[in-house]
């Protein structure tokens, strides 16, 4: 069973920037794609990076293109989202979550493992 856990998430004004932070228990860490989704209040959660295996490839949401970076150190079992430029519509409760497969996916339904999430708020 694999265990995620989030963290770096807090209260940042507008422009400033966080990086999250999740680790894995489990010892196939490697062998799964990773990704990183957020809930906004009465929002469905949405997607928001994913990363590959070997972190060769990456997706990102449109709307944190260009500011917002994922990616893993496979030799600490953790992988991270940089959070640049941020703006209040960030405001959120973010999830790191493990792919079934290698590859880079977006659909919640191609998750098999999920954190607790973090909460990551944004003043304007």
């Known amino acids: 069973q694999e265990q995620l856990v989030e963290s770096g998430g807090g209260l940042v004004q507008a422009g400033g920037s966080l990086r999250l932070s999740c680790a894995a228990s489990g010892r196939t860490f490697s062998n799964n794609g990773m990704g990183w989704f957020r809930q906004a209040p009465g929002k469905e959660r949405e997607f928001v990076a994913a990363?590959?295996?070997?972190?060769?490839?990456?997706a990102y949401a449109d709307s944190v293109k260009g500011r917002f970076t994922i990616s893993r150190d496979n030799a600490k079992n953790t992988v991270y989202l940089q959070m640049d430029s941020l703006k209040p519509e960030d405001t959120a409760v973010y999830f790191c979550?493990?792919?079934?497969?290698?590859?880079?996916?977006?659909?919640?339904?191609?998750?098999?493992?999920w954190g607790q999430g973090t909460q990551v708020t944004v003043s304007s």
């Open positions: 979550a493990r792919a079934r497969s290698v590859v880079v996916v977006r659909l919640e339904m191609d998750y098999e493992y």
């Open positions: 990363i590959s295996w070997n972190g060769d490839n990456f």
